[in-house]
């Protein structure tokens, strides 16, 4: 079986600042896995995701996540946070059966 | 990209009625829909897994003849809450699967607003 550990339950960052969200993982076999943000009172919305090749994977917005297997991890950046970046973010994992396990999230706040 | 429909986006009931949730699948044919539940300032919880053509399948602790799960079609299918009570109120989010770029991908909904008078 597969899980996901999001470190933070919140991240406060000032607008400009880097963004870091950690996300680790555990699965037996090679996961596929995901970033998604969601905005209030709305679904999810995918940010990036990775399934076989480069590790480091761009996404939209500005995001990007590097799978590293060694540690098995899959932090999301983004080099300069935006005030439209304040949301929930969850990291979640997957094999090949797509049913998803997610992370219990992250909530990111932008300082003006 | 793939686009996932909810409806109604919000509903307000009396406790010990029915109330029925669309999910529909707009430009793909999804072979396999998920119903999650979602807490306030919590994540997802999944409840169950619907496969086009046969019943659904329930995680553990969630009550199957409270939530009926019909799909009916490859684009639909729809959760039922069934007698509903206070303690049903939440956000219900559903999602379509498909392959998409060298991996499976779940595409979500909108989301459903249920409050239970």
């Known amino acids: 079986a597969q899980s996901v550990t999001q470190l933070g339950s919140h991240v406060s960052v000032s607008e400009g600042a880097l963004v870091l969200l950690r996300c680790n993982y555990s699965?037996?076999?090679?996961?596929?896995l995901f970033w998604y943000v969601q905005y209030p009172n709305q679904g999810l919305q995918l940010l990036l995701k990775?399934?076989?090749?480069?590790?480091l994977v761009k996404g939209i917005n500005g995001f990007e996540a590097e799978f590293k297997k060694s540690e098995t991890s899959f932090h999301l950046t983004k080099p300069s946070a935006h005030m439209s970046d304040a949301a929930e973010y969850f990291c979640?994992?997957?094999?090949?059966?797509?049913?998803?396990?997610f992370g219990a999230g992250t909530t990111v706040t932008v300082r003006a | 990209g793939a686009v996932v429909s909810q409806h109604p986006s919000r509903v307000i009931c009396k406790s010990g009625t029915s109330v029925k949730i669309e999910c529909r699948s707009l430009?793909?044919?999804?072979?396999?829909m998920f119903w999650y539940r979602q807490f306030p300032k919590k994540s997802l919880m999944l409840m169950a897994t619907?496969?086009?053509?046969?019943?659904?399948?329930?995680e553990q602790g969630v009550e199957k003849d409270k939530f009926l799960i019909n799909h009916a079609s490859l684009t639909l299918s729809t959760l039922t809450v069934t007698s509903a009570h206070p303690e049903d109120s939440s956000f219900y989010i559903c999602?379509?699967?498909?392959?998409?770029?060298?991996?499976?991908?779940?595409?979500f909904g909108p989301g459903t607003r249920l409050t239970v008078l």
């Open positions: 999602s379509a699967s498909w392959w998409l770029a060298g991996g499976p991908e779940q595409f």
């Open positions: 699965s037996s076999v090679p996961p596929y």
């Open positions: 990775y399934t076989t090749g480069a590790t």
């Open positions: 979640a994992v997957t094999l090949n059966d797509y049913k998803l396990s």
């Open positions: 430009d793909f044919q999804a072979t396999t």
């Open positions: 619907s496969n086009e053509g046969s019943k659904a399948t329930y």
